[in-house]
């Protein structure tokens, strides 16, 4: 199927087409929403889609979704949330950002949740975890999921010519322009990656396992432990080596002064 197959099949199935896509990102399959977005903004200037039929068949569908998702975060809490990173490239950095942003800006962060990659299947969880009511929370996810549509939609109504004109160059490559495309994805899913391997490695080299660290203590030794796990970690596995220290390690370089030099340290975060 070449692109003008695939416009004319936007054209005529977007209503159905979109929601599929946005409800694959919603489970955390990268599938392109954005530039169906943006072509059928350009399809739509030209008079060939409807705009609020679109939206509201994505409104229609997409709520439902993290509403179910919004139900699993309060019933199963913050071990939720930690499957849900583990799927991300940068698991660790996915709660923490998540985390740090809904305490920040509380349901509000619901508005931005589709425009931050990742963020989408992890929010409405995380609202559920913090309590927010279904009304509330469903207020704020179709404003969010509205925001989200008319600014890709609306970039590409405003943007139709250019979009058409870069669609036809595309057009003339061929299959070239998909294997790009494709080959593009696939290089940057390897360099992420490999960054993590590189990072685990790094990790391993200085690593202490738990027997040796029980043997540390049981023998008396004056080992300092600090848990960096952040509040949503705590919360999912309320636990803790005996006599460590927790500081979240988003406060870390708040507490530098307080981390003991005279002997030896154990941090864990898992």
């Not at 590189?198 to 391993?204: A, G, N, P, T, Y």
């Not at 796990?229 to 005996?242: E, K, Q, S």
């Amino acid at each position: 199927m070449d692109l003008t197959d695939s416009v004319q099949l936007l054209e005529r199935y977007s209503a159905v087409i979109l929601p599929v896509l946005v409800i694959a990102e919603q489970v955390g399959i990268p599938l392109p929403a954005v530039p169906a977005l943006l072509a059928v903004g350009a399809l739509a200037a030209k008079g060939r889609v409807n705009l609020l039929l679109v939206t509201g068949a994505i409104v229609a569908v997409a709520l439902p979704v993290d509403l179910v998702w919004h139900e699993l975060g309060r019933r199963r809490g913050a071990r939720l949330l930690s499957r849900l990173c583990r799927l991300s490239l940068e698991p660790d950095v996915c709660v923490r950002r998540t985390g740090n942003l809904f305490l920040r800006h509380g349901v509000r962060a619901l508005l931005v949740a589709k425009f931050l990659p990742g963020l989408t299947t992890v929010m409405p969880p995380l609202a559920g975890i913090f309590g927010v009511p279904r009304l509330r929370f469903a207020i704020y996810d179709v404003a969010g999921i509205v925001l989200w549509v008319a600014l890709w939609t609306g970039t590409g109504y405003v943007f139709s010519d250019t979009i058409e004109m870069v669609a036809l160059r595309v057009s003339a490559l061929g299959r070239m322009a998909s294997l790009v495309v494709v080959g593009t994805l696939v290089g940057y899913v390897l360099l992420k990656d490999l960054r993590r391997r590189l990072f685990l490695r790094r990790l391993r080299i200085a690593r202490i396992s738990p027997e040796d660290l029980k043997r540390k203590l049981e023998a008396g030794e004056d080992v300092a432990i600090l848990d960096l796990r952040t509040a949503l970690d705590v919360a999912a596995t309320p636990y803790a080596i005996p006599d460590s220290r927790w500081i979240a390690v988003e406060a870390l370089d708040e507490h530098l002064s307080d981390i003991p030099r005279d002997r030896e340290l154990v941090l864990y975060c898992s």
